[in-house]
């Protein structure tokens, strides 16, 4: 049996919405878009949904659009995919990692620890799909001494008036926390459509605006659909009506729109994500926890707990009492029996580039033990009763050979 990490989903649902896109005679942004924010709005909550052709991108533009540069900075999990600190590098500004939690998602002792007058944003990463403990972090934002410290060096820093939050949600569309959807978490929740994430659009993404009452949100969505558009005042859709063809360009924007093409796909997707892809992320999950549950060499991820319910992005298990070299030889043994496992995530510290701006792991333990223990297990709506089961004999196994015998 040979079982791929995360093939994408699709059926003739996508297929269908493609074609219909194709043949409308529009293929970039426009109403498909438009309707897959909507449906956006309706998962979520949240007041807009802005669509951008990746995570990254999405995050560029909200720290642009917040007036972050050189000189600021920005708390970010060590534990996370290098996006996350990418843009801030992309933004001029500093990217200040903290440790993570025993269950992946980031310390918010450590992101008070580390808050400086130049903070400008916390992006809080929720790792697997199990979001961060944002009644804490909200908290530590509105904290009276810490809004006091803050140094508004923009307009939209002034009227916020505090350090933004910005959940780096690429894992957890429909995911919860004390029953509040991802999306309405914090100020601003990005959700990645790249092809391996829950809900996709091949490459993609969506910002969930969920700004505080002084803010027109409104008219926040139109100055981010400008930042998307090379600070143009009209969309080629616009343009295109008869008589529409007068422009102005306002500022230097950046070109990040999400065109209909890739929005069929996740249209199509996001219909049937709460009453069938997500239910079926869950019986994977269930089914490997039913497993592992009855090995003491295994530690199980939380798929929830009092506060959280998890959306099953990933099946992050870890192996008790493993050196990082033991875990790697296990993989290598899984993938000879034909399963494709991952590792989430190197921490940052770990490679080149961060190495080479003195980020150092040893800073980092806990980030450090969850990597070196950890093995991504297959999990998607695609996979039978018998694949699962093939998957964990083939961890199973991999354990026997490499830590017992
Ligand atoms: C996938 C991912 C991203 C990047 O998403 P893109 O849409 O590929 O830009 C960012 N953060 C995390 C945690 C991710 O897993």
């Given at each position: 049996m040979t079982i791929p990490f995360s093939p994408p989903y699709v059926d003739q649902d996508i297929i269908d919405e493609v074609v219909d896109t194709l043949q409308s005679g529009w293929i970039t942004t426009g109403p498909k878009v438009k309707a897959l924010e909507k449906e956006v709005v309706k998962l979520t909550g949240c007041p807009e949904a802005l669509c951008v052709n990746s995570w990254t991108s999405g995050a560029i533009l909200i720290l642009k659009w917040f007036g972050v540069g050189p000189g600021d900075e920005v708390i970010v999990p060590a534990y996370t995919y290098s996006a996350t600190a990418l843009s801030v590098l992309h933004c001029g500004a500093t990217p200040v990692m903290v440790d993570v939690n025993v269950d992946f998602t980031i310390d918010p002792d450590k992101i008070k620890a580390a808050i400086t007058e130049r903070t400008k944003v916390i992006m809080p990463v929720d790792i697997a799909g199990l979001m961060c403990d944002y009644g804490t972090i909200n908290d530590i934002v509105n904290e009276v001494a810490i809004k006091k410290i803050f140094k508004p060096t923009s307009e939209k820093q002034q009227q916020l008036g505090r350090i933004l939050v910005l959940s780096d949600a690429a894992h957890s569309v429909g995911a919860s926390y004390k029953g509040i959807q991802s999306g309405v978490a914090t100020d601003i929740t990005i959700f990645s459509f790249h092809a391996v994430k829950n809900i996709t659009t091949a490459e993609g993404g969506v910002i969930c605006i969920n700004l505080p009452s002084d803010f027109d949100t409104a008219e926040e969505y139109k100055l981010m659909r400008i930042w998307t558009l090379n600070g143009q005042t009209k969309d080629a859709f616009s343009k295109s009506?008869?008589?529409?063809?007068k422009y102005d360009i306002l500022f230097a924007g950046l070109k990040v729109n999400m065109p209909d093409l890739c929005a069929a796909v996740g249209l199509a997707q996001i219909k049937k994500y709460d009453n069938n892809l997500l239910l079926e992320r869950e019986r994977v999950a269930k089914q490997y926890e039913l497993f592992f549950r009855q090995k003491a060499w295994a530690q199980l991820p939380i798929l929830e707990d009092q506060n959280r319910k998890s959306c099953?992005?990933?099946?992050?298990l870890r192996i008790n009492q493993i050196s990082e070299i033991q875990r790697d030889q296990m993989i290598d043994f899984i993938s000879s029996l034909g399963v494709a496992v991952n590792v989430h995530f190197i921490p940052m510290p770990m490679l080149t580039l961060f190495k080479s701006l003195d980020y150092q792991i040893s800073n980092y333990p806990v980030a450090f033990d969850n990597y070196s223990r950890e093995i991504s297990l297959p999990i998607y709506p695609q996979l039978t009763t018998e694949e699962i089961e093939y998957v964990c004999e083939a961890i199973a196994q991999a354990y026997q050979k490499i830590m017992v015998s």
């Amino acid at each position: 049996m040979t079982i791929p990490f995360s093939p994408p989903y699709v059926d003739q649902d996508i297929i269908d919405e493609v074609v219909d896109t194709l043949q409308s005679g529009w293929i970039t942004t426009g109403p498909k878009v438009k309707a897959l924010e909507k449906e956006v709005v309706k998962l979520t909550g949240c007041p807009e949904a802005l669509c951008v052709n990746s995570w990254t991108s999405g995050a560029i533009l909200i720290l642009k659009w917040f007036g972050v540069g050189p000189g600021d900075e920005v708390i970010v999990p060590a534990y996370t995919y290098s996006a996350t600190a990418l843009s801030v590098l992309h933004c001029g500004a500093t990217p200040v990692m903290v440790d993570v939690n025993v269950d992946f998602t980031i310390d918010p002792d450590k992101i008070k620890a580390a808050i400086t007058e130049r903070t400008k944003v916390i992006m809080p990463v929720d790792i697997a799909g199990l979001m961060c403990d944002y009644g804490t972090i909200n908290d530590i934002v509105n904290e009276v001494a810490i809004k006091k410290i803050f140094k508004p060096t923009s307009e939209k820093q002034q009227q916020l008036g505090r350090i933004l939050v910005l959940s780096d949600a690429a894992h957890s569309v429909g995911a919860s926390y004390k029953g509040i959807q991802s999306g309405v978490a914090t100020d601003i929740t990005i959700f990645s459509f790249h092809a391996v994430k829950n809900i996709t659009t091949a490459e993609g993404g969506v910002i969930c605006i969920n700004l505080p009452s002084d803010f027109d949100t409104a008219e926040e969505y139109k100055l981010m659909r400008i930042w998307t558009l090379n600070g143009q005042t009209k969309d080629a859709f616009s343009k295109s009506q008869s008589g529409g063809w007068k422009y102005d360009i306002l500022f230097a924007g950046l070109k990040v729109n999400m065109p209909d093409l890739c929005a069929a796909v996740g249209l199509a997707q996001i219909k049937k994500y709460d009453n069938n892809l997500l239910l079926e992320r869950e019986r994977v999950a269930k089914q490997y926890e039913l497993f592992f549950r009855q090995k003491a060499w295994a530690q199980l991820p939380i798929l929830e707990d009092q506060n959280r319910k998890s959306c099953y992005h990933l099946y992050p298990l870890r192996i008790n009492q493993i050196s990082e070299i033991q875990r790697d030889q296990m993989i290598d043994f899984i993938s000879s029996l034909g399963v494709a496992v991952n590792v989430h995530f190197i921490p940052m510290p770990m490679l080149t580039l961060f190495k080479s701006l003195d980020y150092q792991i040893s800073n980092y333990p806990v980030a450090f033990d969850n990597y070196s223990r950890e093995i991504s297990l297959p999990i998607y709506p695609q996979l039978t009763t018998e694949e699962i089961e093939y998957v964990c004999e083939a961890i199973a196994q991999a354990y026997q050979k490499i830590m017992v015998s």
